[in-house]
């Protein structure tokens, strides 16, 4: 890489490097950390300090201690990197069913993840003429507005839901999307009943999304895969095209090894 005259690679940016390290700080030791230690151990101000760990804490990447000016790694930190791995195997696994179910439906095809409240997309099939109209990967999208987004949360019970959504602002999305906490629950209890979500496209407003869940080996929600529609009647999609992707989703969901103990008539 390139490098400045002292040595130091001079596209590093500064505050990231010091959140980086604080990070380090905290995996390597294997207990809580306090502020003063990381000042000593980091050589930084104290006021530098205490903005990257309010910084780290606010995005919940670490927690701090009931009653205890120490800090310690959060469970997000972890999660980022389990979730990372997951998508990198599905969508190893998904890619083939993917273009097939591109093919039989004549749209673009979606796999997503969740990451907390958060759906990214890891990736897309799409033919050269839908290109301009499909979501690339690595586009994020909060989970409770998007089809793959609810598919990923309607597994979760009232009480996770509660504590994944406090104090979560549902005021900046469009009115299309769940307004509060009560709309999401009863559009997920509808959603899990009928075993798919169908939600308007939050990049373009003529686009709809259908989409169901991918499971893994032990039951769990790992992935959504979904079909994005510009054509299609509503008999169309919740007939012909939810049965395609039901067919999809299983199929990527055996090999991921998991075995539907009442059958596949309802996917995943």
Excluded: W
């Amino acid at each position: 890489m390139e490098q400045d005259g002292a040595g130091t690679n001079r596209y590093i940016v500064p505050a990231l490097q010091r959140g980086l390290d604080v990070l380090g700080l905290l995996a390597r030791s294997g207990r809580p950390v306090a502020v003063p230690e990381a000042c000593k151990e980091l050589n930084i101000s104290r006021a530098t300090a205490f903005r990257l760990f309010h910084t780290l804490e606010a995005n919940g990447f670490i927690i701090r201690l009931p009653n205890s000016n120490s800090y310690r790694l959060h469970s997000k930190i972890l999660s980022l990197g389990f979730d990372y791995l997951y998508s990198l195997d599905v969508a190893e696994v998904a890619r083939p069913h993917m273009d097939i179910l591109r093919e039989a439906v004549g749209a673009a095809i979606h796999l997503g993840i969740r990451v907390g409240t958060d759906m990214y997309y890891v990736m897309r099939s799409a033919s050269p003429e839908q290109l301009t109209m499909s979501s690339t990967a690595g586009k994020k999208h909060p989970a409770h507005a998007v089809s793959s987004g609810r598919a990923l949360l309607y597994d979760l019970d009232e009480a996770q839901l509660d504590a994944l959504y406090r104090n979560y602002d549902f005021s900046p999305y469009p009115i299309f999307a769940p307004q509060n906490l009560s709309e999401l629950k009863a559009q997920l209890r509808r959603e899990r009943e009928q075993g798919y979500v169908v939600a308007q496209s939050m990049t373009y407003e003529s686009i709809r999304h259908i989409a169901v869940p991918v499971r893994d080996a032990s039951g769990l929600a790992i992935a959504a895969v979904n079909v994005s529609d510009r054509y299609y009647s509503e008999e169309e999609l919740t007939g012909r095209v939810l049965d395609e992707l039901r067919r999809t989703a299983n199929a990527i969901s055996e090999a991921m090894g998991y075995r539907n103990p009442e059958g596949s008539a309802h996917g995943v």
